[in-house]
Every structure is written in structure tokens, then in C-alpha cells.
């Protein structure tokens, strides 16, 4: 498996790893499918121009996984924000959601990022897991879901070091 930075001409890609993730995930993000697959080639490529996002390729080329990260309006100017963290079932357990998070931490140091923080749907408890052991703590801040209200999630965050 190879992590990769996506770019533009890796729209397709990103396009068919999102929408696999919201719809067997449905419950795990912000989103939804029903909104995503409305999306048109134009704002795939727009999304992966400006949101920095890597892919976890098989042997095969085939997309397995996917994260991406921002800088999220609103939050401190060195906090740098994961969304879309997701790893095709039949790859789970094999360190590519690890390898994800470490690639959003390089790039988040490289930026000059201090934190990386990320919101987590209650009881999506393999993703929690996997979090803490990256060393992601919990802030005991809550919100509730765009998309449903009575869904909630926490907010996690990753103090990065001072120096590379």
C-alpha cells in the first residue's frame, strides 16, 4: 500500500474512495452520499486543488483509503483540521489509517501547524481508538451534527512538536 498526495488529475480517484467511504460509512461523517454523488468533475477537482488530501493506493492502483487536511475557518491560524479520514473495510487493521494521520502530521509541521484537531461522531469507536494511540486526546468539546442534530461529536486534538 502507497500513500500519495493526490492532485488534480487524481479527482477520479478521490471521487470513488469518498463516495465508497459515505456509503458504507454513512454514519461516520458530516456529509452525506445523497449530497456527494450530486458532485460534478468541476468540484472534485476544485476540492482536491485546494484541500490537501492523500490517498492510500493498492499494487493495483485502486484507491483504499483517504485523508484530507485544512485550515479551519475559525480556528487558530496553526491549527491544521483532518476530515475524510476513512480505510476500505477489507484494508482496516493494517496501519494505513496510521499512515494517513502521519502524513496530515508531517504536512501540518512542515506547515508550521503547532496542533492537528478533528471531530469525531460518537460511538465510532474504532476511529477513537485509533486517535488516542496516535496521540490524539480528547477536549470534552461537543457539538452537534450539521446534517442531523441528534447525532453528536467531540472534538480531538494532537499537539504537534516545536521542531521537525
Not at 84 to 94: G, N, T
Amino acid at each position: 500500500m502507497q500513500i500519495r498526495f493526490a492532485t488534480e488529475d487524481d479527482w477520479d480517484a478521490v471521487s470513488r474512495i469518498r463516495l465508497r467511504a459515505l456509503r458504507e460509512d454513512p454514519d461516520a461523517f458530516g456529509s452525506s452520499l445523497s449530497r456527494e454523488e450530486r458532485f460534478k468533475e468541476k468540484h472534485w477537482r476544485m476540492r482536491v486543488r485546494t484541500v490537501p488530501t492523500w490517498l492510500a493506493v493498492d499494487d493495483a492502483g485502486e484507491p483504499r483509503g483517504l485523508v484530507s487536511m485544512l485550515q479551519e475557518p475559525g480556528s487558530p491560524t496553526d491549527d491544521r483540521h483532518v476530515v475524510s479520514l476513512w480505510v476500505a473495510p477489507e484494508q482496516r487493521r493494517q496501519g494505513i489509517g496510521w499512515a494517513l494521520l502521519d502524513a496530515v502530521r508531517q504536512a501540518a509541521l512542515a506547515d508550521g501547524a503547532r496542533t492537528v484537531s478533528l471531530w469525531l461522531v460518537d460511538g465510532n469507536n474504532a476511529a477513537g481508538d485509533l486517535y488516542v494511540r496516535a496521540g490524539f486526546t480528547r477536549t470534552g468539546e461537543r457539538m452537534a451534527l450539521q446534517r442531523d442534530q441528534d447525532v453528536l461529536e467531540e472534538r480531538y486534538v494532537l499537539k504537534l512538536p516545536r521542531h521537525l
